[in-house]
């Protein structure tokens, strides 16, 4: 399927029903159908509304959508979304509060490349902000970078990590976040050898894939079962002409979002059929919860192919950081090499993409580092989503990685909860 005819097929199909649903929605609005007796119209009008909006959404990248934040002073600091380095594949960018006095924590959130962009960790981020100096790690649609910019696989993922952490210097908090867990302990590894007094102080890793084997989950078994040859013909295509990587080899968003969708497929028609009932009704609003969620769920990105065939031959298949012989630019990297970082891992009991047991692999990988420098959480009833961005996150997890970035930083403050933040491993 390494044509540019899929993907413009994928991409005319996208196009025709975010166009039939605007004709739709516009033919059913005329003031005229109001004297018709039956709704259908006005059901009419709303299915054209929900197909032109969802349609339209699959690529748009969502903004971040964060206007301010209040300071200790009680006022309202306006968020600029600075980019502090800039590179083909990724930026590194820093949610500035305006005239607001620079917090002592400085946090980088490494944000997932699997699909979806990484305003997927806006409420992480705006939960965060009011206390720590935010960075964030805002992958690039592989669509939009030509040709001539080369690849892009997990061993560039980890070096744009290296860079990005030599850049924001020694006293960084890191907090990766489901795919990038792997590569984020690869990469602190990497700085263990290779630049030591750039290593970030913290390094928190939540709900990632360190050992997939630890605990069998639907996206685990489905990395054994299938081969590389059936993932590559089956999976890749190559950018259309519509985009500036015309000809580039990627997994596009649009073939990912079918999968997504799939896996729930009732759900989502059921989400579908209440929003045109709403919208037809005059319920819905332009924020409402069903537009909030689906304006951020599908809008998706493609990915390098490059990438993804490295992420599931080598940390799914052969299970190299697992088994510590991850290599970089032809050198292995140790992750017992890593002594001075303090390193928690959370998960949740009932994650169904990276089981309990798959993150926390990575302690037992850290044999240099002393057993005060680990720590671990399990949240009880928390699933995927729910471990980085839901309730789980802000009421119980958030405090307890405050507590660990701030008791390794030496100016531990009492616990938000009046007991033991973690529990030492």
């Known amino acids: 399927m390494k044509l540019m005819?899929?993907?413009?097929?994928?991409?005319?199909?996208?196009?025709?029903?975010?166009?039939?649903?605007?004709?739709?929605?516009?033919?059913?609005?005329?003031?005229?159908?109001?004297?018709?007796p039956a709704p259908w119209f006005n059901l009419l009008a709303a299915w054209g509304e929900v197909?032109?909006?969802?349609?339209?959404?699959?690529?748009?990248?969502?903004?971040?959508?964060?206007?301010?934040?209040?300071?200790?002073?009680?006022?309202?600091?306006?968020?600029?979304?600075?980019?502090?380095?800039?590179?083909?594949?990724?930026?590194?960018?820093?949610?500035?509060?305006?005239?607001?006095?620079?917090?002592?924590?400085?946090?980088?959130?490494?944000?997932?490349?699997?699909?979806?962009?990484?305003?997927l960790l806006r409420s992480t981020v705006v939960s965060l902000l009011p206390e720590a100096e935010v960075y964030v790690t805002d992958w690039h649609n592989a669509r939009d970078i030509p040709v001539s910019e080369g690849k892009f696989d997990i061993e560039d993922y980890t070096l744009y990590l290296v860079d990005f952490m030599k850049t924001l210097g020694p006293d960084t908090n890191v907090i990766a976040v489901c795919q990038p867990a792997p590569l984020t302990l690869a990469a602190v590894a990497y700085l263990a050898e290779e630049d030591p007094a750039a290593q970030p102080r913290t390094m928190t890793l939540i709900g990632g894939p360190i050992d997939p084997a630890a605990k069998e989950t639907e996206v685990t078994d489905f990395g054994r079962r299938i081969t590389m040859g059936q993932l590559e013909q089956s999976m890749i295509q190559r950018v259309g002409f519509k985009y500036r990587g015309a000809g580039r080899l990627v997994y596009p968003g649009l073939l990912q979002l079918q999968s997504f969708i799939s896996m729930n497929a009732e759900t989502h028609a059921k989400a579908f059929f209440d929003q045109v009932i709403a919208s037809s009704k005059g319920e819905a609003t332009d924020a409402d919860r069903h537009n909030k969620f689906y304006d951020e769920y599908l809008a998706v990105m493609d990915m390098p192919a490059e990438f993804y065939l490295s992420t599931v031959e080598r940390v799914f298949k052969r299970r190299v950081i697992a088994r510590n012989v991850f290599t970089v630019a032809g050198k292995q990297v140790d992750i017992g090499k890593i002594t001075d970082v303090a390193v928690m891992i959370v998960e949740g009991e009932k994650d169904d993409i990276s089981a309990p047991g798959q993150c926390l692999a990575a302690l037992d990988l850290c044999t240099g580092l002393p057993a005060e420098k680990k720590d671990s959480h399990l949240e009880p009833g928390a699933g995927h989503y729910g471990i980085f961005a839901g309730k789980s996150w802000r009421n119980n997890i958030r405090p307890l990685v405050l507590d660990f970035i701030d008791r390794n930083a030496g100016t531990a403050r009492p616990s938000r909860r009046g007991k033991p933040a973690i529990r030492a491993v």
């Open 5 to 36: 005819f899929t993907y413009d097929v994928m991409e005319s199909a996208r196009n025709t029903n975010e166009w039939l649903g605007a004709t739709a929605r516009a033919f059913a609005s005329y003031p005229a159908w109001g004297l018709a």
């Open 51 to 119: 197909t032109e909006r969802s349609f339209s959404r699959m690529v748009v990248k969502p903004d971040w959508g964060i206007p301010s934040v209040v300071g200790e002073d009680g006022r309202d600091h306006p968020i600029a979304v600075d980019t502090v380095v800039n590179r083909p594949f990724g930026s590194l960018v820093h949610f500035r509060a305006v005239g607001r006095t620079t917090r002592p924590r400085k946090v980088l959130l490494v944000a997932p490349m699997s699909g979806h962009y990484a305003t």
